[in-house]
């Protein structure tokens, strides 16, 4: 019995991971639509994954299962089949079936896992299945007793054409024979037809007609760390800093900023940040809080970049030498970390850019140069640049600022405000770096409106900055969980850092302990890049009096920190961001961005989401799923009833199977609805492994 194509019940499809579907090109253009039509002789339209109005190649990332899909139908009951083709970056083509969805929807789908480096073309192919259509009218009308000699006529030359294919294939000739036997009842010779090992020799050689081709879209595969990451900042200057006898700081340096990196790994990071390391300037140098009555001894905004001793090319004298940074760059990957550097396209007005080029800079109508303002922050130790006047020489200067740290061993550079200088300029930029330095990473900190966040996720920043900061209700987790793993996940990666220097949240200055907890277990799971400033296990939550910023601020003074002495207080939640962070590297499926479900609960604080990375895409062979069930309520302890998706992680619905906190290390058996009890002055998540081993 052949049931209808794409039905979960059909023995012959092996679904989605299934390679090496051969298609026979015979016939292949019988029909075809004239050229000059747009559409296919089987029309094939809505292909995913895709940027907006097609203008860039998608992306995807070494490691990452991509899913694909595509509306695929034609005019009359025939059967029809699709698959993917994709062309790898050294010219080998591979085929993937595709699976039919809901019946009536046309949509079909598959999975693609990237392995490797480069830039993909795919598109998908369809044709007409004339075997399946085929035994489908057999399977009607040989039963009925209607036009029989003729129906199995047909299905005799079928078959032969089969086997005049692939004539080292006895099963296709006897099948043949039998059925152009006069001799055998229709029954019988029909029992053949449906026969599992003809059908699947078909299945893999289909009999195909009406073969047509989409267009051929792209996909550029990053190395994992575009996307994969545990991220965690910190002030060098600050590590092993020193207040004199006489109130004045002696600041720490990249060596003493280098005793800080074993502890950073040991919680389980794998990219370290650090702001800009370059001379900082005097000129309207800000105090303590963002004061302006900076003193003698203030160390100033590592973001007011410029002075005497040099621009963005040089490092400050205090933190040390050029061949310090690269040591320092040598000593995090000794550990397993690598940096990060800030890159802030902004000076001083000490920088040397002011008076060797103005231009680049706006000048206001009294002579003076416009300092940046963010109403109604104000940042008068800061000149923002301006592309206007010159361009060219702008640009190749930052171009040149770049390649020369990429020269100095950094990888990875977290742009400061990219979303305030020209969007085609970071595509210029951007490409410019990654036709010779491919592995190079930028993370855009664009904290801003979406459509310039999207645009430069599309012109080719790797990571951004994310809403996430301020999405705190579980309502609207549910909506941005939603958006970043199924609409914009085909070209924007989020960085779900929790705090940054200068962003506190009042619900981290209001939610203690708990809060931060919270905060840290959503982002470590719904993203696979997650990141913290330092302080944050400390619960540093104090904020200056009117201001989203924690008071005391380390972007403007010395911030060294007793960190031993104070986990050993029990005053840290280190140990618990370091189990999170073992919790991601044990669990694939936490690596994953599209995989993510959202879930329901019946409490309006309770956030329910999965994630799901089916075992075929696993080197074990066995499937990894994550259910995580948080209060998002830092005040309160919860129950309710939480509503699984049982078929998002792989299992049919009404299953029961065992499910281990990877927090306490507690276990029950769940099913579709099941009951949870989340107190966040003890716990506030679960975050849930799935047992497929371990059936009640």
């Not at 089987?42 to 860039?56: E, Q, V, W």
């Not at 990571?463 to 609207?476: G, I, L």
């Not at 302890?637 to 281990?660: C, K, M, Q, Y």
Request: proline content about 7%; aromatic content about 10%.
């Amino acid at each position: 019995m052949h049931p209808k194509r794409g039905a979960i019940s059909d023995p012959r499809r092996r679904g989605p991971g299934s390679v090496g579907v051969v298609v026979t090109r015979e016939q292949s253009r019988v029909g075809q639509s004239p050229a000059r039509t747009i559409t296919g002789r089987i029309p094939i339209a809505g292909l995913r994954p895709r940027t907006p109005d097609d203008a860039f190649d998608t992306k995807a990332f070494v490691g990452e299962v991509v899913p694909f899909e595509a509306t695929v139908f034609r005019e009359g009951h025939d059967v029809i089949d699709a698959a993917i083709v994709v062309t790898e970056p050294t010219g080998a083509v591979r085929r993937q079936r595709m699976t039919a969805g809901i019946p009536g929807t046309d949509l079909w789908s598959t999975e693609w896992l990237f392995e490797a480096e480069g830039t993909y073309t795919w598109q998908v192919e369809a044709w007409t299945d004339d075997w399946a259509t085929w035994l489908h009218t057999a399977e009607i009308k040989i039963p009925a007793g209607q036009d029989i000699d003729n129906v199995l006529a047909s299905g005799r030359l079928l078959l032969e054409r089969a086997s005049k294919r692939d004539s080292s294939n006895a099963l296709l000739a006897d099948a043949a024979r039998a059925l152009g036997n006069a001799a055998l009842s229709p029954q019988a010779r029909l029992k053949v037809a449906t026969d599992s090992r003809l059908n699947a020799a078909i299945f893999a050689r289909p009999l195909a007609s009406l073969i047509t081709q989409s267009a051929k879209k792209h996909v550029r595969v990053e190395r994992s760390r575009a996307a994969v990451g545990n991220w965690y900042e910190f002030f060098p200057r600050s590590e092993g800093a020193k207040k004199r006898d006489d109130g004045s700081w002696q600041s720490g340096t990249f060596r003493t900023a280098a005793k800080r990196l074993p502890a950073i790994a040991r919680m389980g990071f794998d990219v370290v940040y650090i702001p800009p390391v370059h001379p900082i300037g005097r000129t309207f140098r800000k105090g303590p809080n963002n004061t302006l009555d900076a003193g003698p001894n203030d160390p100033g905004s590592p973001y007011a970049i410029g002075s005497a001793d040099g621009g963005h090319d040089a490092v400050h004298p205090e933190l040390g030498t050029l061949a310090d940074f690269e040591w320092f760059v040598g000593a995090a990957k000794n550990v397993g970390l690598e940096l990060a550097l800030d890159l802030a396209l902004q000076c001083s007005p000490d920088h040397p850019w002011v008076t060797e080029h103005p231009e680049w800079f706006t000048a206001l109508p009294d002579g003076t140069i416009a300092y940046a303002e963010n109403p109604p922050k104000k940042y008068q130790d800061i000149y923002p640049l301006n592309f206007d006047n010159d361009y060219e020489g702008l640009s190749r200067e930052i171009l040149r600022i770049v390649r020369f740290w990429i020269d100095r061993g950094v990888t990875i550079f977290r742009v400061d405000n990219p979303h305030t200088k020209p969007v085609h300029f970071w595509e210029w930029l951007l490409e410019d770096i990654r036709s010779d330095h491919p592995e190079v990473v930028f993370l855009a900190e664009a904290f801003t409106k979406p459509a310039m966040m999207q645009a430069l996720a599309q012109v080719g920043f790797q990571q951004s900055y994310t809403y996430f900061t301020w999405r705190n209700e579980k309502w609207e987790l549910e909506e941005y969980l939603h958006e970043i793993s199924k609409v914009t996940s085909p070209w924007f990666r989020p960085n779900f850092f929790v705090n940054t220097h200068d962003i506190l949240t009042p619900y981290l200055q209001y939610g203690g302990v708990p809060a931060y907890k919270i905060r840290a277990a959503i982002a470590a799971t719904a993203s696979p890049t997650w990141g913290v400033y330092s302080g944050y296990e400390l619960i540093e939550n104090v904020a200056r009096p009117g201001s989203e910023e924690n008071i005391d601020n380390e972007k403007y003074e010395f911030k060294p920190r007793d960190w031993a002495g104070e986990e050993a207080a029990g005053a840290s939640i280190a140990p618990y961001l370091t189990q999170l962070n073992r919790i991601r590297g044990a669990h694939p499926a936490l690596r994953q961005l599209r995989n993510l479900t959202v879930h329901s609960s019946d409490d309006d604080a309770i956030l329910v989401y999965s994630k799901y990375l089916d075992g075929r895409h696993i080197r074990s062979g066995r499937s990894d799923a994550i259910i995580v069930v948080v209060n998002t309520d830092p005040h309160s302890a919860r129950d309710t009833t939480v509503h699984l998706d049982l078929r998002a992680i792989g299992l049919e619905p009404g299953s029961r199977f065992t499910v281990r906190d990877l927090i306490t290390q507690q276990s029950w058996t769940w099913t579709d609805d099941d009951y949870v009890r989340l107190d966040s002055f003890v716990e506030p998540a679960h975050i849930l492994s799935v047992d497929y081993n371990r059936a009640p």
